[in-house]
């Protein structure tokens, strides 16, 4: 478990390693923004709530209801990318904005390094998603005894990693954001694997409602994103005060959130409508 869990920050470290291989100014420091960024929600989102389903997975399996088991697994998924699909589509529409604001505190701090930085970030956008499902799964093989399968599935990755940064490396123009487009590529075969592998193992985990839920939760993300956006038209970001620069966010993120609740309850996302009508 412990050797499956640092795979994802062995795939970081692979895609940094290529990174210094550019050696633009501030390529590094961009990349690490973006990185710590992405993973930020990520921690809050899928770690918090996979930390918190596996004990009664594992309880539910120990005691053979596996009904229960994959009900509360598929729940548990979709509370994540209920909260991480839209959050990827935020940092995609927003990435300027939270990159200058979160990190250009003073003026040494150059404008170019807020443009590379946001370009890595809608890459790593991606990851957010699938490395959430990737958590979720692994913890869903945990509870079932079986701490092998995320562990030579994540290993196989690191492999796929270092071949994809090197073709991305040198057979493209996208520079260091195609580092980050690598890890997010290797993140989704590291899902999709775990996906088939689990469903497989346990006959099936509702993947019909899953897709269903999915596309319904991408539309609203979809939503969402263009309102932004025409938000972000109407409002004027370019500020140097510090304390505007969080009021526009506070103001977009609050609205995009808002626009995005109401979205999933039309379309009768059952998690939103459960959180609405409770």
């Given at each position: 478990?412990?050797?499956?869990s640092s795979?994802?920050?062995?795939n970081?470290?692979?895609?940094a390693?290529?990174?210094?291989?550019?050696?633009?100014?501030?390529?590094?420091?961009?990349f690490?923004?973006?990185?710590t960024?992405?993973q930020?929600p990520y921690?809050?989102?899928?770690?918090?709530?996979g930390?918190?389903i596996l004990?009664?997975l594992?309880?539910?399996?120990?005691v053979?209801?596996?009904?229960?088991?994959k009900d509360i697994?598929?729940?548990?998924l979709k509370?994540i990318?209920?909260?991480s699909?839209p959050?990827?589509?935020?940092l995609?529409?927003l990435?300027e904005?939270?990159?200058?604001?979160?990190f250009?505190w003073?003026?040494?701090?150059?404008?170019?390094?807020?443009?590379?930085?946001?370009s890595i970030?809608?890459f790593?956008?991606v990851a957010?998603i699938?490395?959430?499902i990737?958590?979720?799964?692994s913890?869903?093989?945990?509870a079932v005894?079986?701490?092998?399968s995320?562990?030579?599935v994540?290993?196989?990755t690191?492999?796929?990693?270092?071949?994809?940064s090197?073709?991305?490396?040198?057979y493209?123009?996208?520079?260091?954001?195609?580092?980050?487009?690598?890890?997010?590529?290797?993140?989704?075969v590291?899902?999709?694997?775990l996906?088939?592998?689990?469903?497989?193992?346990i006959?099936?985990?509702?993947l019909?409602?899953?897709?269903v839920?999915?596309?319904?939760t991408?539309l609203?993300?979809?939503?969402?994103?263009?309102s932004?956006?025409?938000?972000?038209?109407?409002?004027?970001?370019?500020?140097?005060?510090?304390l505007?620069q969080?009021?526009?966010l506070?103001v977009?993120?609050?609205a995009?959130?808002v626009?995005?609740?109401?979205a999933?309850?039309?379309?009768?996302?059952?998690?939103?409508?459960?959180?609405?009508?409770?």
């Amino acid at each position: 478990s412990l050797l499956s869990s640092s795979i994802t920050q062995v795939n970081v470290i692979i895609s940094a390693t290529f990174v210094t291989l550019f050696r633009s100014p501030g390529s590094v420091n961009a990349f690490n923004m973006a990185d710590t960024t992405w993973q930020m929600p990520y921690g809050i989102f899928a770690q918090g709530i996979g930390i918190a389903i596996l004990p009664t997975l594992s309880a539910k399996y120990a005691v053979g209801d596996l009904k229960d088991y994959k009900d509360i697994l598929n729940k548990g998924l979709k509370s994540i990318l209920l909260l991480s699909i839209p959050s990827a589509l935020g940092l995609v529409v927003l990435s300027e904005p939270i990159i200058k604001t979160i990190f250009q505190w003073s003026s040494e701090f150059h404008p170019e390094y807020v443009t590379l930085a946001s370009s890595i970030l809608m890459f790593f956008s991606v990851a957010l998603i699938t490395q959430s499902i990737v958590a979720t799964m692994s913890r869903a093989f945990y509870a079932v005894n079986d701490t092998k399968s995320p562990l030579y599935v994540g290993a196989s990755t690191i492999l796929f990693n270092l071949a994809i940064s090197y073709l991305f490396y040198r057979y493209t123009s996208l520079g260091v954001a195609g580092m980050a487009l690598a890890y997010s590529i290797t993140s989704t075969v590291n899902a999709i694997i775990l996906v088939v592998m689990l469903n497989k193992k346990i006959n099936g985990i509702y993947l019909k409602s899953f897709f269903v839920f999915f596309l319904k939760t991408l539309l609203a993300s979809a939503v969402m994103g263009v309102s932004v956006l025409l938000l972000a038209f109407i409002l004027d970001f370019d500020t140097a005060s510090k304390l505007l620069q969080i009021l526009y966010l506070i103001v977009t993120i609050s609205a995009g959130a808002v626009i995005y609740f109401a979205a999933v309850c039309l379309l009768r996302v059952e998690e939103a409508v459960r959180i609405y009508e409770t």
